[in-house]
């Protein structure tokens, strides 16, 4: 007997008749032997509603006063959907029981918004658990040390099943989504995209953070580093198939060493469009700049991407790096008001028009001539960079948005991604 978690996306759960599929499926796996527990989403746009809500009464929500009020109301998605995934297993004859992240308890820290995870109590599950119930955790949330229910930020109910998972040594956590692996890149844009049978953790990490949307970041890194065995599959196969071919289908994110030795140079073609370049023009050349610019930013809770200085001109140079978009307005008041007086910068400039595109695989690590092959597939079409970031997987490029799509295509096509896998 196995003890697995299961996770449902929005989509999965997106109506009562999906969640009563969910629902068979659950019971399916636990009448097989398993010990279940499940971390549902909330349903499909309730979060968006819930946060519009909010906008219309504070467009502005900035202070950490009015993101605890946030995290409050969208904490709220996920607490209806696991109450109707409990009522649903119960109607299918399953004994099942639903809990809130501060219920289990999962103890965080207090950046409203943005949580992490410190602690899970496991106590509480297992007791469950051992009298033969399904066990339902809302995703997504917990709470901080003065009893705030917090938010994991958005995509937060994968970090969440992947931290239960790991607290309880699970023997399996499968991410059930509405697509049915992860696929070298996203075929709504290349038709000729595969879905990959493995993908090792490294590359899973570059690619979600990187754009790919299948999985949320900070779930990839919490498999990596406490061993949890990952699967990412579609909620949309039939509920009763059996239990051995759906436990190996999508897409399977392993370790390098199970991954294939002949893996492919290139894994997959990752691109964010939710990036906006930000520009100091005329900065001092001098030891401790970076600092003085990126220290107020990160003090900010901003989170900074790619980061390029350039070559110093009569002792001053030119400071460009990126963040969210949704940082892009902060991020530019903040520079204005505070780093500009500080540095004595000539100038701040920002763009909103760009985005960034990067290969990703473990096989670059040994092979030559990898960057020069896609710098060339962009010149090819005409595409101009602005910026380049490279490590030992991955090189990735900032261009103008526009040129986003025909970008992916041609990178795709570039290393062969679009050819049948070698057996």
Request: aromatic share 6%.
């Amino acid at each position: 007997m196995a003890l697995i978690v299961h996770k449902y996306g929005g989509t999965s759960m997106g109506s009562t008749e999906r969640i009563r599929n969910v629902a068979k499926r659950v019971a399916k796996w636990a009448r097989a032997g398993h010990q279940m527990v499940v971390v549902p989403s909330a349903m499909s746009g309730e979060t968006n509603r819930l946060l519009g809500l909010a906008k219309e009464l504070s467009p502005a929500a900035t202070t950490p006063e009015l993101q605890r009020e946030l995290d409050m109301i969208a904490s709220t998605g996920e607490q209806v959907s696991v109450g109707l995934l409990a009522i649903a297993l119960q109607a299918e004859g399953m004994p099942a029981v639903s809990y809130t992240g501060w219920q289990v308890p999962i103890e965080t820290d207090s950046a409203f918004t943005k949580a992490r995870i410190q602690r899970i109590d496991d106590q509480r599950v297992r007791a469950d658990l051992a009298a033969g119930r399904v066990v339902i955790i809302t995703g997504f949330q917990g709470v901080d040390a003065g009893s705030n229910i917090t938010t994991l930020g958005r995509g937060g109910s994968d970090t969440s099943a992947v931290a239960v998972a790991a607290a309880l040594k699970a023997d399996e956590c499968l991410i059930y989504t509405d697509v049915d692996g992860v696929y070298t890149t996203d075929p709504r844009i290349v038709e000729q995209a595969r879905r990959l049978h493995t993908i090792s953790f490294e590359e899973m990490l570059e690619m979600a953070s990187l754009g790919s949307k299948v999985l949320q970041i900070r779930s990839v890194e919490f498999a990596g580093k406490y061993r949890v065995p990952l699967r990412v599959l579609s909620s949309f196969t039939p509920w009763d198939i059996p239990i051995d071919e759906e436990a190996s289908s999508g897409t399977l994110i392993t370790f390098e060493e199970d991954v294939k030795m002949e893996q492919a140079v290139v894994s997959g073609i990752a691109f964010n469009r939710d990036e906006a370049k930000i520009s100091l023009l005329g900065v001092p050349d001098r030891p401790g700049i970076a600092f003085s610019i990126l220290g107020p930013v990160a003090e900010a809770n901003i989170d900074v991407d790619v980061i390029i200085q350039n070559v110093s001109h009569d002792g001053k140079t030119d400071f460009s790096f990126t963040v969210h978009r949704n940082d892009y307005a902060r991020t530019m008041d903040l520079l204005k008001s505070v780093v500009v007086p500080k540095t004595g910068a000539a100038e701040v400039t920002g763009d909103t028009r760009i985005c960034k595109v990067s290969i990703v695989g473990i096989g670059m690590r040994s092979h030559v001539g990898v960057a020069s092959r896609m710098f060339q597939a962009l010149s090819n079409e005409g595409i101009n960079i602005q910026m380049i970031t490279t490590s030992e997987i991955k090189t990735s490029v900032v261009i103008d948005e526009k040129y986003m799509e025909l970008a992916v295509r041609a990178l795709h096509k570039a290393f062969d991604l679009d050819q049948p896998a070698a057996a």
